[in-house]
């Protein structure tokens, strides 16, 4: 299995404009989280998905952020409009269903720079 | 609500010498427990688990005992290496089956 995918693995951009991040969960995982990696506030969850639908976007830090999963090996996370603060490295995982594990897989991540 | 407290880093120490990264928290019931490891500029992996009191989850030289009394699941390796430099994160699993995360500790081995 290749693991979870993210693209791009690094995002340089300018203050105001729109960023997507992309992610390939592993097959047959059925739910998916979105983190944000700051060295001021660590690991923190934005949201997850369980079998294509958001359950819990509480960590979503405001409107600009917004989160996706059309169908079953696809997601993004959509910044609109980017700010400095913004800059993180931003981790995608999966996980398969609790009667199967309950390890969660990281994809590499993706490191955001707004500028 | 439930939480995790892990020690802070960076721990630096030299190679081959006894690990400890403490790691307590405050759940209601008995919660799994995690350690995730995290290698410079990759994501986290699990590292080892442990699901009830007394449990020992072991992995690549590293074991943590889940004590219920303590409410603590420490991180421990008898001799360390170089390539064990990374930040480890301590995680229990919660009633909706998600993870709460400690803040990590940084570990570094000097040669």
């Known amino acids: 299995d290749a693991g979870v995918i993210q693209s791009p693995r690094h995002e340089v951009t300018e203050m105001g404009q729109e960023v997507t991040l992309r992610c390939k969960p592993i097959?047959?995982?059925?739910?998916l989280f979105w983190y944000r990696q700051t060295m001021m506030r660590g690991l923190e969850l934005l949201i997850y998905f369980n079998n294509n639908v958001p359950i819990d976007d509480s960590g979503m830090p405001e409107d600009r952020f917004s989160a996706k999963m059309p169908n079953a090996s696809f997601s993004t996370l959509k910044i609109q409009p980017s700010e400095p603060r913004d800059s993180a490295v931003y981790f995608c995982?999966?996980?398969?269903?609790?009667?199967?594990?309950?390890?969660?897989?990281f994809g590499p991540g993706t490191r955001l720079t707004v500028l | 609500g439930n939480s995790v407290t892990q020690m802070e880093g960076p721990v630096t120490l030299s190679e081959e010498a006894f690990l400890t990264i403490n790691c307590t928290y405050t759940a209601t019931g008995y919660p799994s427990l995690f350690w995730y490891v995290q290698y410079p500029g990759e994501g986290l992996q699990l590292l080892l688990k442990?699901?009830?009191a007394d449990d020992k989850g072991s992995n690549k030289g590293f074991e943590a005992t889940y004590r219920k009394e303590t409410t603590s699941f420490h991180l421990e390796k008898g001799s360390v290496q170089v390539s064990d430099s990374a930040v480890y994160f301590c995680a229990l699993r919660d009633s909706n089956y998600q993870l709460i995360w400690g803040a990590g500790t940084k570990l570094i081995i000097k040669p």
């Open positions: 995982a999966s996980r398969g269903g609790l009667a199967v594990t309950d390890t969660q897989y």
């Open positions: 442990a699901t009830k």
């Open positions: 097959s047959g995982h059925d739910y």
